[in-house]
C-alpha cells in the first residue's frame, strides 16, 4: 500500500515538474519579448526585480519558506535575463571571496561573475564599461565601513543601483588537516579582526597574515601545508581544503553589507534609501546646519560615517543613508537644501532596500 502511495505522490511531482518547465519557458518567452520591445537598451532594471521578488514574499503561500521562494524566482529571472545578455558583474577576487558569494545572491548563478585582484580595479572596469556592474563590500557589523570602498565612491560615475546584506561564516582552513599547528594564518584584515577573540584563544602564537581577500588566503593556503587560512564555505570547495574549526568569527550575527554599482540610475521601487556624501564647510556648527533639512522634511536617516576628505588636514566628508527615493518631492526639498548649506553634496544612488 505504501508503495502505490509512494508513486502517486511521485507522478503527481513529475506531472507539476512538467507543468513548472512550460510556464518558467512561457515567462522567459515574455523576457524575450520586452528584450525586443526595448531594443537594445537597459537589460537590467533593479527596481523591477526587487518589485518581484517582494510579490513572491507577499502572495507566497507555504510550506516553502518566503526567503527560498524569493531565491528561486531570483534565479529565475537570473536565467530569463541572461537570454537577452549575459550580465558581466566584476568583485574582489579571487574566485570563492565572501563579495562573488554577494554578487551571486544578487544577479543569480547566471550572470557572469569576474575576479579583480582589487577594489579599485573592479570599480575602473566598470567605469570603463569593459564590464557591467561592480559589487563591492561597503561595511560589516562588526567592524564597520570598508575604507576604500567608500573613498572610491566620492569620484566615481557610476551609480548605486542596489544593495546586498550577506551573513558571514568565517572558517579555519588546512590543506593537511594532520599537519602540525600552522606557523602562519593567512585573511583579509577585515576577517582576522572578525576573528580576533577566536584567534586570541585558540592560536595566540601564530602569526596574522594580511591579504588582499579570504579567497587569496584559502589560495595561499592550498599550496602551502604549513599555514591556515581563514575563509567561507565557497573558499574551502574552490580550493580542497578542510575545515579545522567552523564559524569561527566572533559576532553570532556577523553580517556584511555589500553595493551594486553601474551606469544607470534606478527608478523607485517602492521601497528605496538613497545614499550621499557630504561635506561641511569649516565653520561653528556646520554639522548641525548640514543636517537640519533632513530633520525638517522628515526624512530619516539611517546611518553616518565620516571618512578624512584627503583634500586638507583635520577635514572631514560624511556618508549618509537616508529612506526613500531622491525623486521624492520630500528628499528633493531636502537636497535643495543641503546644497545650500553644504560644500560638497554628490547624491551616489536611489536603490532598492535589499529583499534577499
Not at 586570541?200 to 602551502?224: C, F, G, I, Q, T
Amino acid at each position: 500500500m505504501s508503495d502505490d502511495l509512494l508513486k502517486q505522490h511521485r507522478d503527481a511531482i513529475d506531472s507539476i515538474d512538467a507543468q513548472i518547465l512550460e510556464l518558467i519557458n512561457q515567462r522567459a518567452r515574455h523576457a524575450q519579448k520586452i528584450g525586443e520591445i526595448k531594443g537594445g537598451g537597459v537589460i537590467y532594471r533593479p527596481e523591477r526585480e526587487a518589485q518581484v521578488l517582494r510579490r513572491i514574499k507577499d502572495i507566497n503561500p507555504g510550506p516553502l519558506p518566503d526567503e527560498s521562494a524569493a531565491r528561486l524566482f531570483r534565479e529565475i529571472m537570473s536565467a530569463c535575463l541572461s537570454l537577452e545578455k549575459p550580465l558581466s558583474i566584476a568583485f574582489l577576487g579571487p574566485a570563492g571571496s565572501f563579495t562573488q558569494a554577494a554578487a551571486v545572491k544578487h544577479f543569480g548563478h547566471a550572470a557572469n561573475t569576474v575576479p579583480c585582484a582589487s577594489i579599485d580595479e573592479a570599480f575602473r572596469s566598470v567605469e570603463s564599461r569593459a564590464l557591467d556592474y561592480v559589487v563591492a563590500p561597503v561595511e560589516n557589523s562588526t567592524e564597520g565601513a570598508v575604507g576604500r570602498t567608500l573613498d572610491l565612491m566620492i569620484n566615481t560615475p557610476l551609480n548605486i543601483c542596489g544593495e546586498v546584506v550577506l551573513r558571514i561564516h568565517h572558517h579555519l582552513l588546512r590543506k593537511d588537516p594532520d599537519a602540525p599547528s600552522p606557523r602562519k594564518v593567512y585573511s583579509h584584515a577585515q576577517a582576522l579582526a572578525q576573528c580576533h577573540e577566536w584567534l586570541n584563544k585558540n592560536l595566540p602564537d601564530v602569526e596574522r597574515v594580511s591579504v588582499a581577500s579570504n579567497s587569496e588566503a584559502a589560495r595561499l593556503a592550498s599550496e602551502d601545508p604549513t599555514v591556515a587560512a581563514i575563509a567561507g564555505e565557497a573558499a574551502a570547495e574552490r580550493y580542497g581544503l578542510t575545515k579545522l574549526a567552523e564559524n569561527i568569527e566572533d559576532e553570532p550575527n556577523n553580517t556584511t553589507r555589500f553595493l551594486v554599482l553601474g551606469h544607470q540610475p534606478s527608478t523607485p521601487s517602492g521601497h528605496d534609501k538613497t545614499s550621499l556624501v557630504l561635506s561641511a564647510q569649516n565653520k561653528p556648527g556646520a554639522v548641525h546646519r548640514l543636517l537640519a533639512p533632513l530633520a525638517i522634511n522628515g526624512v530619516s536617516m539611517t546611518k553616518l560615517e565620516s571618512r578624512p576628505s584627503r583634500t586638507g588636514l583635520w577635514e572631514y566628508v560624511f556618508f549618509i543613508d537616508i529612506d526613500g527615493h531622491q525623486s521624492e518631492p520630500r528628499i528633493q526639498t531636502a537636497l535643495e537644501a543641503l546644497h545650500e548649506h553644504a560644500a560638497f553634496v554628490k547624491v551616489l544612488g536611489s536603490y532598492p532596500v535589499a529583499v534577499l
